[in-house]
Every structure is written in C-alpha cells, then in structure tokens.
C-alpha cells in the first residue's frame, strides 16, 4: 500500500526507538497480530501509523502485567472489529490475580522447606571437620529423620 506525506508515517526503526523495543519484536507482533500489518513504502519499508506507538505500548504493559500474546490477540481482534472484550479482559486479569495467589502460596512453602533445610545443613556443617564433605546435598535423596518420628 502506497502512502503520501500525511500523516507521517514512522518507520520500524523509528517505531521501535519511540517504544523501547527491537525492530525484530515489531515484526513479531506483526505475526501474532496485536500489531497490525503496517503499510510499505515503494522501497518495501515498514511504515506504521503513529497510533502504532500506542498499541505497542498497550501491548508492552499487558505483558507485564501477565497476559499472553495470544490472550491479546483475541482482545485486540474483537476490539479492533468494534467489539467491547471489557468483560473478557476482566475475567482473564481475575484469573491471573487466582493464579498469582496460588504461586505466592506455593513460594512461601517452598521458602518455609528451603528454611528447614538450610538449618537442617547448618548443623550438619557444624558437625562436619574442615576439609571433609558434610553431604548436604546427599540429604536431599533421604533427609534425616526428625526427633519426634524416632519415638
């Protein structure tokens, strides 16, 4: 598509230096659609609508906040047709916030185990002369058993 001298149109580079990305990231967006395809010049450069800065910015921030490129290209093709997604958007953003708090769960048991076996090692050090292996790692194929399960 041939486009004239207004509006200004902005080239991958230029593009991709306003919105702190690659060129190569562009053209990915490209391939999963939450960028749409740019215009051409005769010379076959990318020219993309200043509008584009936006769009990259929207889609910068929903990764960061945990949406897929996938997910936004869903969003984007309903609102891009004159759909409204808002509910949509509201249901995967609720489903990430459920996730998140499974994950933050399953962190604190591991930080809670990884806090048992450190001190767990530390006696072990303690008990091991210089020089010699104290097997802390062998300890995590059979740890020792605790006081109370002897009894």
């Given at each position: 598509m041939?486009?004239?001298?207004?509006?200004?149109?902005?080239?991958?580079?230029?593009?991709a230096?306003?919105?702190?990305?690659?060129?190569?990231?562009?053209?990915?967006?490209?391939?999963?659609?939450?960028?749409?395809?740019?215009?051409?010049?005769?010379?076959?450069?990318?020219?993309?609508?200043?509008?584009a800065?936006?769009?990259?910015?929207?889609?910068?921030?929903?990764?960061?906040?945990?949406f897929?490129?996938a997910?936004?290209?869903?969003?984007?093709?309903?609102?891009?047709?004159?759909?409204?997604?808002c509910?949509?958007?509201l249901?995967?953003?609720?489903?990430?916030?459920?996730?998140?708090?499974?994950?933050?769960?399953?962190?604190m048991?591991?930080?809670?185990?990884?806090?048992?076996?450190?001190?767990?090692?530390?006696?072990?050090?303690?008990?091991?002369?210089?020089?010699q292996?104290?097997?802390?790692?062998?300890?995590?194929?059979?740890?020792?058993?605790?006081?109370?399960?002897?009894?």
């Amino acid at each position: 598509m041939e486009i004239g001298a207004q509006p200004r149109f902005l080239r991958s580079g230029e593009l991709a230096k306003l919105t702190g990305v690659s060129t190569d990231t562009l053209r990915h967006y490209e391939r999963v659609r939450v960028l749409p395809q740019p215009a051409r010049s005769r010379s076959g450069y990318r020219l993309y609508p200043p509008e584009a800065a936006e769009r990259v910015r929207l889609v910068r921030r929903a990764i960061a906040i945990g949406f897929s490129l996938a997910e936004l290209a869903k969003i984007l093709r309903v609102r891009d047709s004159g759909g409204a997604p808002c509910r949509q958007v509201l249901t995967l953003a609720s489903e990430k916030i459920a996730r998140l708090d499974r994950q933050i769960t399953d962190m604190m048991a591991l930080r809670s185990q990884l806090q048992t076996i450190v001190a767990q090692w530390s006696e072990q050090i303690e008990r091991t002369p210089p020089g010699q292996r104290a097997g802390l790692l062998d300890a995590l194929i059979s740890p020792p058993a605790r006081k109370d399960e002897h009894e």
